[in-house]
């Protein structure tokens, strides 16, 4: 079963930290300095958090998590039927995760991200990267 994907940028993050664990009745699986991640059965979606730093803050991106490789493949199929671009991250360290992931923009430019994660991480990206892997725009994709 696939499950739904949004990261928000935020300001404060403690703050949104509160606010999100009260409204989900959930504590994040995930809790650092700079990002958290719930992972709720219902409803089913992998919401996550990170420090905007400077950026705007707001829906950083939509995407849908595959929990097998081959979800993944079927997710990419998808993109070849919707006449959408993969552009096809391979395999890299993002958000605390060990993850193969693609991106593609919907028609209204918004930007999907389509994964597998299949390990945790210590560090919010590749520490060889020079900036984080999560969005298409940081040049990495």
Known sequence: MKRLHIN???EDIQKSVSFYSALFASKPVVSKEDYA??????PHVNF????AKGAPAGIEHL???AEAEQELQE???R????EGKLRNEGDTVCCY???TKGWVK????????????YGESETYYAEEAESACCTPESGCC
């Open 63 to 65: 995407g849908i998590q």
């Open 8 to 10: 928000i940028k935020v």
């Open 48 to 51: 996550s958090i990170s420090d």
């Open 97 to 99: 995760a060990k993850s």
């Open 75 to 77: 997710l990419y199929s």
């Open 79 to 82: 993109v070849d039927s919707a």
């Open 37 to 42: 991640k719930w992972m709720l059965d219902d």
């Open 106 to 117: 919907d028609p209204q430019k918004v930007e999907w991200e389509m994964f597998y994660t």
